[in-house]
């Protein structure tokens, strides 16, 4: 009964859960980035059928240019992915309607956590990622405000 339960109450999530999909493009502007320097590009494509979302990220700054993609599954359930040829192991769940996610980032031996808060506006333009990111050096926090390029309002 209680696994009847618990796959009813997963499967309502599933229904009022947003749809991130889209062509996403950072305003600059708009966003905090903190201790960073802002990119000069930061764009995101996601391909979010639940409970799995792929998101193919690229950025180009000061630092150079790098693309990646990040997968995830919104069920709590571990992913791999890999971050300019470092691991990524992250933890995705649904907080209402922002997916929490949480990150471990093994960058040149450093154990960086990231803890992302992602949410989608009501008229489903913009999305924000609120970032904190734990390193060796400190703790940063970010805010990334993403507006919608493929002109769909799913």
């Known amino acids: 009964m209680k696994t009847a339960l618990a796959l009813f109450a997963f499967s309502l999530a599933a229904l009022a859960a947003p749809d991130f999909s889209g062509s996403w493009k950072a305003n600059v502007s708009k966003s905090n980035f903190g201790a960073m320097p802002s990119p000069d590009k930061y764009t995101r494509v996601i391909e979010h059928k639940e409970p799995t979302v792929k998101i193919e990220e690229s950025q180009a700054s000061e630092r150079g240019e790098w693309t990646g993609i990040i997968n995830l599954k919104t069920d709590g359930t571990p992913t791999n992915s890999e971050i300019r ?4 192991k ?3 769940r649904w907080d209402g309607d922002v997916l929490s996610v949480k990150s471990t980032l093994d960058f040149n031996g450093n154990a960086i956590e990231l803890n992302d808060r992602i949410s989608l506006s009501a008229d489903k333009q913009t999305l924000t990622l609120q ?3 734990d390193t060796p050096n400190g703790v940063l926090e970010q805010s990334v405000v993403f507006e919608r390029q493929d002109g769909t309002g799913k």
């Open 90 to 92: 992250s933890v995705a």
């Open 85 to 88: 040829g470092n691991a990524l």
């Open 131 to 133: 970032r904190k990111i």
